[in-house]
């Protein structure tokens, strides 16, 4: 990978995030903004993980059999900002339904089939332990610029300009995926059937059910945090600097990724992820004052970049070849996807019925349950490549 490539994929996540840094903090309270009840915006919000059960996957497989993740890559993101600018003629709830469904349809397509085409070129250069998390944390500083940068833009202004700001981001992000650039696929005859005895495997399907709930218990953070934040009396400034942090210790873990997982099995990294999630639920539900709040946001590194660099390594051992980018589709389609929305609309309905902390306890006990799913993996020192 020339060093113009790697710029052009660093660029490409650092829009992608900047773009789910507007998203996940603000949204919430734009659309609280529209006059939106919290049970409505729980429901907008979920879009976002209901559209990644069937997008990614469909992406992914059309992704195989053209052999051509990069093309995809770049109509998708084009047409994404096209569907955006939508949001200017919006008005009722159904359109914006309607509208955060078709959006982030398109959208899905963009993280999963990235990384496909990131770990390929990585993976042809036996460098994926030294170079993924130097690219990916840049995904991760494109999100804390965004929650910064339009954190103090709200603040100072309207949450009116949130569609300015989407425009800008889903433009420039749809300009930078005609720079990139991946090895050649060989084209692969579909076997029928092969992807299937994949499936068969029980690792893999204890491997996706840890996904499941530890994104359900996510859920809760993208679509409650800001507006937990907003009820204990932070401004969007501050809910921003929140937001910041703990996408700033993603970056850490990122940078220093290759000195983890060369040392550590990725299932020693996911089961310390799961730990450390429930501690930081715990606390959020439990002690939610600053100095608090600010560790939970530390520990982020652990719940999201550990986990998150650990599974796409541990991926690579069932789904290579023809099979990666469903695998990787299969992923978010079964974690973000069906354990996000789950996860997402099960948030919503104990924020309505119960105390807004009992969320965060909910998200520490699927903690559990995603470390009690990936123990049952049976130990392999060597992964296929």
Known sequence: MTPLVRWAFGSFFFLYFAYIGLVSPFASLFFLDRGFTVIEIAILMSMLQVTRIIGPFFWGWLSDYLSNRIGIIRFCACLGALTFSAIYFLHSYISFFIWMFILHTILSSLMPLGESATVHALFKDNSFDKRYGRLRLWGSIGFIVMVLFAGELFQ????????????????????????????????????????????????????????????????????????????????????????????????????????????????????????????????????????????????????????????????????????????????????????????????????????????????????????????????????AR
């Open 156 to 383: 100072r202004n309207s949450i009116e300009l949130y569609p300015l700001v989407g425009s800008v981001i889903l433009i420039a992000l749809a300009a930078i995926t005609f720079l990139m650039y991946e090895p050649k696929l060989e084209r692969h005859k579909m076997v029928k059937g092969e992807f299937w005895v994949v499936l068969l495997n029980p690792d893999v399907r204890w491997f996706l059910l840890s996904g499941f709930f530890m994104q359900f218990a996510h859920a809760a953070l993208y679509v409650f945090y800001s507006l937990y934040l907003a009820d204990l009396g932070y401004n969007k400034f501050q809910i921003g600097l929140f937001w910041a942090l703990g996408v700033f210790a993603e970056v850490v873990f990122f940078y220093y990724q290759s000195k983890v997982l060369s040392r550590l099995d990725p299932e020693v990294v996911l089961q310390a992820s799961f730990g450390i999630g429930i501690i930081r639920f715990v606390l959020m539900a439990f002690l939610p004052i600053t100095s608090v709040l600010i560790i939970a946001q530390i520990m982020h590194a652990g719940t999201f970049a550990a986990h998150h660099s650990a599974a796409t390594k541990l991926l690579q051992r069932w789904f290579t070849g023809p099979l990666q980018a469903r695998g990787q589709a299969l992923m978010a389609t079964v974690s973000y996807g069906l354990g996000g929305t789950l996860g997402g609309l099960f948030a919503g309905w104990i924020w309505e019925s119960a105390q807004p902390r009992d969320v965060f306890v909910v998200s520490a006990f699927a903690c559990g349950l995603a470390g009690m799913a990936i123990h049952k993996l049976r130990p392999q020192q060597h992964p």
